[in-house]
């Protein structure tokens, strides 16, 4: 045990020292994270775009049905009916931006000379502050192009002009004085309107009415359950196996690289067994895949706030990834007997796997066929659990199949580099 410790201790050793080995391990992996990661926060958000809204229609007044029409001419706003429940599930889900409310008296309450404004109803993640100031924006600028429409209307105006004396009678907080003077004002609005041509053109009175502007705003949080928070949910992943990959290839090319230089012929004199040799490079290899891991998932915790929604799955998925690479780095260790045969293969044999495996392409986006064929991929299997302890909320049994997996791969592709190694010796 102690050969096997020593080993590991000297190849982890020469890593460090090695400072443009260190970038492929560490900051080439980071610099996947973050880039792609931009791309596809800037390719979500980094322009407003359509916002897909939906809408509830509970007051079905000639005053709602112009307010809607005027909506739908907005062309950065994708309308779409919904009853409440759904709509509220809808941007719970991220699937809608928002929803509106249109309550039972809208039209009374919202409208001409209306009374409150609790008839409308704003539903939105309160983290979307952008999206709620464009989307206040555009109702109330909505909300005036109706009321403008409206009181070119006769008979709604007068139909308005009545019901809100009838309020003025019945109001308890209002003197006398005040109910006189308003009572003369609508009177003489209801006359204007009683003489009003219809044939000609009109301009709207008073300009747009006194309708209320402070929207009422329901704060509708976000379910991330089963879902990426951000686009660096779905690139850390992926990077944690750039940096895995890059240890692995790395400690292969120095397996061969002490067999060319004759280390490994000196090491083989003393009482070490090949096995003991194989098992500390596999050591080595296992605490810098450990230590690459968790350097990245730190810093995604501290500065890109990826969140593992699991802890010690995850802990055990970075366990089983590190294995698996372990045990292929044995295997594509001894398929050459130079460093640049040996350097061909590793990285040939990566980008095909990291191609097909999520690594260039998020499993999430990836084709149909592409997603059949990634099965094929270790990587794959490592990203999937990743995912599946950060965001996607894997149960215990659902990770365990990944875990077999990479655990099996590992011990069979090291076993298979331990023979073709002794096979070597012997030759």
């Known amino acids: 045990m102690r050969s096997i410790l020593t080993i590991a201790l000297k190849d982890l050793l020469e890593l460090s020292r090695d400072k443009f080995g260190l970038f492929w391990v560490i900051g080439f992996p980071l610099i996947m994270a973050v880039f792609f990661g931009m791309i596809l926060s800037f390719g979500g958000k980094g322009t ?23 909506l ?56 979307r502050k952008a999206e709620s100031g464009y989307l206040q924006g555009m109702i109330v600028q909505s909300l005036f192009e109706s009321m403008q429409y409206m009181m070119k209307d006769k008979t709604f105006m007068q139909d ?32 204007y309107y009683a003489n009003m041509d219809t044939t000609a053109k009109q301009s709207s009175p ?23 928070r951000s686009s660096f949910d779905i690139t850390f992943p992926s990077a944690i196996l750039w940096g895995i990959i890059a240890c692995a290839n790395a400690f292969a090319i120095s397996m061969v690289s002490e067999r060319r230089k004759g280390t490994y012929h000196r090491l083989r004199m003393t009482p070490i067994h090949s ?24 810093l995604g915790y501290g500065v890109f706030h990826v969140r593992a929604s699991t802890p010690i ?46 690594g260039m392409i998020p499993l999430i986006s990836m084709p149909v066929w592409m997603q059949k064929a990634s099965n094929f991929s270790p990587v794959k299997w490592g990203i999937y659990s990743m995912e599946g302890a ?33 096979k070597m010796d012997s030759q």
């Not at 907005?74 to 941007?91: F, G, K, N, W």
């Not at 019901?163 to 609508?186: A, C, W």
């Not at 640049?340 to 999520?358: E, R």
């Not at 365990?400 to 099996?408: G, I, N, P």
Request: net charge positive.
């Open 48 to 70: 407003m775009g359509i916002m897909y809204v939906g809408l509830i229609n509970d007051d079905k007044s000639a005053y709602a049905d112009t307010f809607i029409k005027n």
């Open 72 to 127: 739908h001419q907005r062309e950065s706003l994708s309308i779409q009916p919904y009853a409440l429940d759904s709509a509220e599930r809808m941007v719970r889900l991220g699937k809608l931006t928002a929803y509106i409310h249109l309550k039972k008296g809208f039209g009374d309450n919202m409208g001409i000379y209306g009374k409150d404004n609790d008839s409308l109803e704003i539903g939105i993640d309160p983290s």
């Open 160 to 191: 308005k002009i009545r019901i809100r004396k009838q309020d003025i009678q019945s109001d308890t907080t209002m003197s006398l004085g005040e109910k006189k003077n308003t009572s003369q004002f609508f009177s003489a609005m209801e006359n």
């Open 206 to 228: 008073m300009g747009g009415g006194d309708a209320k502007t402070s929207l009422k705003i329901k704060s509708i949080s976000r379910d991330y359950k089963g879902k990426p």
């Open 275 to 298: 096995f003991q040799i194989l098992l500390g490079k596999g050591t080595a290899c296992f605490l810098a895949c450990l230590g690459s891991n968790l350097f990245l998932l730190l």
């Open 313 to 358: 799955f995850l802990l055990m998925t970075s366990f089983c990834t590190a294995w698996c690479f372990v045990g292929i780095m044995s295997l594509i260790s001894v398929l050459g007997k130079t460093e640049q045969v040996v350097g061909d293969a590793t990285w040939g044999i990566s980008l095909i796997m990291m191609m097909f495996g999520g």
């Open 390 to 422: 950060i965001w996607r909320d894997f149960s215990f049994s659902e990770m365990l199949f990944s875990w077999s997996l990479l655990l099996s791969v590992g011990l069979i592709a090291f076993c298979i580099g331990w023979f073709r190694m002794r």
